[in-house]
T-cell receptor, first 113, second 114 residues
Framework: AQSVTQLDSHVSVSEGTPVLLRCNYS??????LFWYVQHPNKGLQLLLK??????LVKGINGFEAEFKKSETSFHLTKPSAHMSDAAEYFC???????????FGTGTRLLVSP | DGGITQSPKYLFRKEGQNVTLSCEQN?????MYWYRQDPGQGLRLIYY???????QKGDIAEGYSVSREKKESFPLTVTSAQKNPTAFYLC?????????????FGSGTRLTVV
């Protein structure tokens, strides 16, 4: 069965500094991987997705993630944090051909001025 | 604009009451899902449906019921058998295809027991 582990429950950065949110996955087959963002009391918005094409995936709002099969990782990065990036971020895995998504427990990103 | 509409945004339930959360989509998506979100626990799947008049239990279905009479609608009933219903409930939908394109989410309903 597939699973995903988000290694940090909270990450704090200063505005203008790089962001790194870490995610490791476990999957028996070729996985599809996603990052979603959730602002307080809102639904989840898709940031980016990996579905076996290019290993470096670019998403919205300047975020990107790199699929590393050898490390079973899919870390989310952004070169320069903005105050509006403060939110909760979810790493999500699904095995190829299966529609059920499995969510990580989330990482709360705090951005200070 | 296409999307998913959840209503109401806030809902209060008395002990022993059943309440129904609405979820409607106009994306022509085949599949619909209900998740429960509690602090520090991520999202947990309650029920999902891949086709009209068919649905499957997720990981935490006890105390909940659903129906899928129309492609656009997937209401969730929280019954009195659900002992700890206070949570944030999210509805989602997706296309069913060989590649997984991910889900589109509604903006959620916050249910509180009073």
């Amino acid at each position: 069965a597939q699973s995903v582990t988000q290694l940090d429950s909270h990450v704090s950065v200063s505005e203008g500094t790089p962001v790194l949110l870490r995610c490791n996955y476990s999957s028996s087959y070729s996985p599809s991987l996603f990052w979603y963002v959730q602002h307080p009391n809102k639904g989840l918005q898709l940031l980016l997705k990996y579905t076996s094409a290019a290993t470096l995936v670019k998403g919205i709002n300047g975020f990107e993630a790199e699929f590393k099969k050898s490390e079973t990782s899919f870390h989310l990065t952004k070169p320069s944090a903005h105050m509006s990036d403060a939110a909760e971020y979810f790493c999500v895995v699904s095995e190829a051909g299966f529609q059920k998504l499995v969510f990580g427990t989330g990482t709360r990103l705090l951005v200070s001025p | 604009d296409g999307g998913i509409t959840q209503s109401p945004k806030y809902l209060f339930r008395k002990e022993g009451q059943n309440v129904t959360l609405s979820c409607e989509q106009n994306l022509n998506h085949d599949a619909m899902y209900w998740y429960r979100q509690d602090p520090g626990q991520g999202l947990r799947l309650i029920y999902y449906s891949q086709i009209v008049n068919d649905f499957q239990k997720g990981d935490i279905a006890e105390g909940y019921s659903v129906s899928r009479e129309k492609k656009e609608s997937f209401p969730l009933t929280v019954t009195s058998a659900q002992k700890n219903p206070t949570a944030f409930y999210l509805c989602a939908s997706s296309i069913l295809a060989t590649d997984n394109y991910g889900y589109t989410f509604g903006s959620g309903t916050r249910l509180t027991v009073v």
